[in-house]
Nanobody, 129 residues
Framework: QLQLVESGGGLVQPGGSLRLSCAAS????????IGWFRQAPGKEREGVSC????????YYADSVKGRFTISRDNAKNTVYLQMNSLKPEDTAVYYC??????????????????????WGQGTQVTVSS
């Protein structure tokens, strides 16, 4: 059974940092594109970042460019999202998701939610003073 489990969320002050983890079980992340999405109350789920398998390219939403970094550790079957210089508008539930590599061969398709076949349960990130 394919499963993704996020961790690392919490309460942080503006300007602070958090590192989210997404651990996979039941499959190997090597052959998947991994995306991070977030959903704030009353808003649609939006793509934040993505890393493809095919060419290793990455995508970042304009709102997080220069502040967030996605990375993967294939040996640990885990993907990370390092979030720095956090802002109150980053407050949301963060989800990781996996898509078979043929669905997302490059980063141009990273934000298409329907391409992702496995989702984690989400982890809350709250940025507040």
């Amino acid at each position: 059974q394919l499963q993704l489990v996020e961790s690392g969320g919490g309460l942080v002050q503006p300007g602070g940092s958090l590192r989210l983890s997404c651990a996979a079980s039941g499959f190997t992340l090597d052959y998947y594109a991994i995306g991070w999405f977030r959903q704030a109350p009353g808003k649609e789920r939006e793509g934040v970042s993505c890393m493809t398998y095919t060419d290793g390219s990455t995508y970042y939403a304009d709102s997080v460019k220069g502040r967030f970094t996605i990375s993967r550790d294939n040996a640990k079957n885990t993907v990370y999202l390092q979030m720095n210089s956090l802002k109150p508008e980053d407050t949301a539930v963060y989800y990781c998701a996996a898509a078979p590599r043929i669905f997302i061969p490059d980063s141009s398709r990273c934000t298409i939610r329907t391409l992702y076949t496995s989702w984690g349960q989400g982890t809350q990130v709250t940025v507040s003073s």
